[in-house]
């Protein structure tokens, strides 16, 4: 649990930091162009993906007491946790897209 939860965070993190628009799905790139105020876009991009990771790391410190109650707030987590990525990373995507 531990290194899915670190990876995550790493991912937040690394989101908050980068200077050029953070990216969402697999092989999609996001143009500066397209971004009104990146640092408050990858700033929420960071923060939506430390939330996520948040799941694990709560998973993984129950896992020192029960391990059977981790395996349910894991897949619980991601259950409600993958779609609301998606949900949320399009709202943001939507807050922060320049309408031309």
Not at 22 to 29: D, K
Not at 56 to 81: D, H, Y
């Amino acid at each position: 649990m531990i290194p899915v939860s670190t990876c995550f965070t790493g991912i937040g993190i690394f989101a908050w930091k980068r200077k050029k628009p953070m990216w969402f799905w697999s092989g999609s790139t996001v143009n500066e162009n397209e971004i009104s105020d990146i640092p408050a876009y990858n700033r929420a991009n960071g923060i939506m993906w430390l939330a996520f990771s948040a799941v694990f790391w709560l998973g993984a410190f129950v896992g020192l007491m029960q391990i059977e109650a981790a395996g349910i707030i894991v897949a619980l987590g991601n259950l409600v946790g993958i779609p609301a990525l998606v949900i949320v990373y399009k709202k943001i995507y939507s807050k922060y897209r320049i309408v031309r």
